[in-house]
């Protein structure tokens, strides 16, 4: 069977099994809808977290990002795990205790204070909508690459799944298949990466196989007789062609500090992840399913930088020097450099696609890949695939950017290192298809949890905490239902009109979360003195600083987004750190010389502070 | 240490995590000094967390990477960047659910 047909059918059986499940976990009550029912076991909810956390980013961008930036790449990984240690220590158990629905929830009630709730209420809605618009734009794209629909189409499709099954079952739905769809997920990137390892190092297991030597079907034509480890030979690859090293990066060291600070505590800042650990019955377990979680995570999380070092190594090896017209295209080029080596047709395939572009600069008709871009920006072809017309000497397609003044060649897209792997491994046909249904999963997975946050913010922080708090438990499901489903819309809309600063928004959702959520609860836990006053101090100065100096680098001043002009060297990427250190500074300021908090809300403190004594989540 | 039956099992749960609930003095005490000793752990796991990532990950990370980790090809830094780390995470927060749950049964203020 070819790779479309496969894909239909492995894409359709998941879809049909995320739909199955979701009819068969039907929420009957707002409790169901928003924490559903409070009874998931820690051992599914674990699953179910790491697939709500793990994006189509983390899926099909990161390894592509490591791969090109190396040690550099080490914020994400170490980022977006490390902020579990912080919810599992510092959050997750207090807020399980305090036992409401949300996050706005807890800000409103631990401070007191309507415009406290409401400022957690528009956040936690734009981090949510920032996100949910990236991941079905990776539904789309995915749809638009394995089953060539339009990536319009794909979205409308996806959207339309998503729909049915987060308005339908609400978090009870969404954790089961969640839990489905972390499985499809894990084994779709696990299997092409076993059988990389293999082919690069010998080894099945890929953590392993990622210090080990470079041997086996790929490695030892890369060693080239050589006894050499995976590592120390790409070092050597990456100094030999002018890159900086692949195990020692580039950053500033302040810059990497602060950035994998911002992710981790912007990971233990964020509504969706945070909102799990509602849904379990008791505090004990809250503790256990951050474990779970971040096991399930690390599976991928480890994985993911070992096969970014196997694909980079390997493209350098199959690429550089290598002459693009193989001696089974028609007309072989006269003398060709480059000893007998021929591109890949993995590259000619992904060429096509247009993720690929090759420019001869020199005109020898041998590919070389140095440090740089080839030219500036994106490549425009000049033809389409199928246009001989608009293919140059070497039969490679022509684009129309302006050449760069580097000896660089090669533009290769990102996304291409998870998408392309079981090509270059020469994997079954059936493979292929997984990792489309895997990445399809974990956009998915993301993009409902995510959607649950808006509607519960609507229906639960907005209407039935604030504006009607008489509202019957019946009209507050449909109005949940409701706002789920004109928030899928919403999401849909970003996602096929995609504004052109999704990138930037993640960076900023981050730093969001870090200098706001995180100190406001982290505060409202361990400190009895933090009142009303500091909180909202403390969350709008951070917000602020943040924010301003995200929109002045992002936005406003482009151009001046380079490191002798940020502040003490901190990229907009990392800047949230610096607004949580003000968010606390400011915030114990201004509670020391306010008055404490009323009997009430020592009370509270005092009850959140131990296990003993929690009911499941409720609503008042 | 006594448990208190009527607290917070009830079917809609609405008492459990109810604020208004009143402590006795006793259980005040042992929950000061539960809370100390929880506050105690977390320093100490917190800063092994630092000290795994921030430490050799990245402020030590130069320094360390002129050594392998034995018997493979990672230089130090470079793996407790990339991987280390996020062992060092997982078995931190099992390490911590282990020790709160006993914690818990000690100072008596588990959930069941």
Same mark, same amino acid.
């Given at each position: 069977m070819d790779v479309q047909t496969w894909t239909f059918l492995i894409v359709g059986v998941t879809f049909a099994l995320y739909i199955g499940i979701a009819i068969k976990t039907r929420a009957g009550s707002t409790k169901d809808f928003y924490v559903a029912g409070g009874g998931v076991p820690p051992l599914a909810n674990g699953m179910a977290t790491?697939?709500?956390?793990?994006?189509?980013?983390?899926?099909?961008?990161?390894a592509g990002i490591i791969s090109f930036k190396g040690y550099d790449g080490s914020v994400y990984l170490m980022g977006w795990t490390?902020?579990?240690?912080?919810?599992?220590?510092?959050?997750?158990?207090?807020?399980? &205790?305090?036992?409401?629905?949300?996050?706005?929830d807890f800000v409103g009630d631990r401070y007191e204070s309507t415009t406290a709730r409401l400022v957690a209420v528009v956040a936690a809605i734009f981090v949510s909508f920032t996100y949910v618009a990236g991941q079905m734009r990776g539904v789309g794209v995915v749809f638009?690459?394995?089953?060539?629909?339009?990536?319009?189409?794909?979205?409308?499709?996806?959207?339309?799944?998503?729909?049915?099954?987060?308005?339908?079952?609400?978090? &009870?739905?969404?954790?089961?298949?969640?839990?489905?769809?972390?499985?499809?997920?894990?084994?779709?990137?696990?299997?092409?990466?076993?059988?990389?390892?293999?082919?690069? =190092?010998? =080894?099945p297991i890929p953590q392993i196989g990622f210090g080990g030597m470079l041997q086996g079907s790929l490695g030892d034509g890369i060693a080239n007789g050589e006894s050499i480890s995976l590592l120390a030979k790409l070092d050597g690859l990456h100094e030999e062609l002018g890159f900086a090293p692949y195990t020692s990066g580039s950053k500033a060291m302040i810059d990497v500090f602060c950035i994998t600070m911002a992710l981790m505590v912007g990971t233990a800042g964020l509504p969706h992840v945070i909102i799990r650990f509602y849904t379990v019955p008791k505090v004990k377990d809250a503790r256990i399913s951050a474990g779970w979680a971040l096991l399930f995570i690390a599976f991928l999380y480890t994985t993911a930088p070992a096969v970014a070092a196997f694909a980079r190594t390997n493209l350098i090896g199959a690429v550089e020097g290598a002459t693009y017209r193989s001696p089974e295209d028609k007309a072989p080029v006269e003398a060709a450099p480059g000893e007998g080596k021929f591109a890949p047709t993995w590259l000619k395939n992904w060429e096509n696609s247009g993720l690929i572009a090759w420019l001869d600069k020199d005109g020898d008709g041998a590919i070389r890949y140095r440090q740089g871009a080839a030219f500036e920006g994106k490549p425009d072809y000049v033809g389409e695939a199928g246009d001989e017309a608009a293919r140059g000497a070497s039969g490679e397609r022509l684009v129309a950017n302006p050449p760069t003044e580097n000896d660089n060649e090669l533009y290769i897209d990102r996304d291409i290192m998870v998408l392309a792997n079981p090509e270059i491994a020469g994997l079954p046909n059936w493979v292929i298809a997984l990792v489309a249904a895997g990445g399809l999963a974990a956009a998915l997975s993301t993009a409902a949890g995510l959607l649950l946050v808006i509607s519960t913010a609507v229906s639960h922080d907005l209407l039935k905490r604030t504006l009607v708090p008489n509202i019957s438990d019946k009209k507050e499901l449909l109005a949940a239902r409701l706002s789920a489903a004109v928030a899928v819309v919403c999401a849909g809309y970003l996602g096929i009109h995609p504004p052109g600063f999704v990138a930037e928004v993640v960076a900023f959702a981050f730093g969001l979360a870090a200098s706001s959520f995180f100190p406001a609860i982290l505060m409202g836990i361990f400190s009895r003195r933090m009142n009303r006053q500091g909180a909202i101090a403390g969350m709008v100065l951070g917000l602020g600083f943040t924010t301003a100096y995200i929109v002045y680098f992002k936005f406003l001043h482009l151009e001046q987004n380079r490191a002798e002009n940020w502040f003490l060297g901190i990229s907009p990427e990392g800047i949230g750190s610096v607004g949580m250190v003000i968010?606390?500074?400011v915030a114990a300021l201004v509670a020391s010389f306010t008055k404490p908090p009323s009997a009430e809300v020592e009370e509270l403190i005092t009850s959140i502070r131990v296990p003993k004594g929690a009911g499941s989540a409720s609503r008042h | 240490?006594?448990? *208190?039956?009527?607290?917070?099992?009830?079917?809609?749960? *609405? $008492?459990?995590?109810?604020?208004?609930?009143?402590? $006795?003095?006793?259980?005040?005490?042992?929950?000061? *000094?539960?809370?100390?000793?929880?506050?105690?752990?977390?320093?100490?796991?917190? $800063?092994?967390?630092? $000290?795994?990532?921030?430490?050799?990950?990245?402020?030590?990370?130069?320094?360390?990477?002129?050594?392998?980790?034995?018997?493979?090809?990672?230089?130090?830094g470079f793996w407790f960047a990339q991987q280390g780390s996020i062992y060092a995470f997982v078995i931190l927060i099992f390490v911590y659910v282990v020790l709160m749950n006993r914690m818990d049964r000690r100072f008596g203020v588990q959930e069941d």
């Open positions: 790491a697939a709500d956390w793990m994006s189509a980013a983390s899926f099909l961008s990161m490390g902020g579990y240690v912080l919810l599992a220590l510092l959050l997750a158990p207090y807020l399980r &205790k305090f036992g409401r629905f949300t996050v706005p638009g690459r394995f089953l060539e629909v339009s990536v319009e189409t794909g979205v409308v499709i996806g959207m339309g799944v998503v729909l049915l099954y987060a308005v339908l079952g609400g978090m &009870k739905g969404i954790t089961y298949t969640q839990v489905a769809q972390y499985c499809v997920l894990m084994f779709a990137f696990m299997v092409p990466a076993v059988f990389i390892a293999l082919m690069m =190092t010998g =080894t968010n606390f500074g | 240490m006594t448990e *208190s039956p009527s607290r917070g099992e009830d079917a809609d749960g *609405s $008492s459990g995590g109810d604020p208004t609930e009143h402590l $006795s003095s006793e259980e005040t005490a042992t929950a000061a *000094s539960y809370w100390r000793a929880n506050v105690r752990l977390l320093l100490v796991l917190l $800063s092994i967390w630092f $000290s795994v990532s921030f430490g050799c990950g990245i402020l030590l990370a130069p320094k360390l990477n002129a050594y392998t980790l034995p018997g493979t090809g990672f230089p130090l």
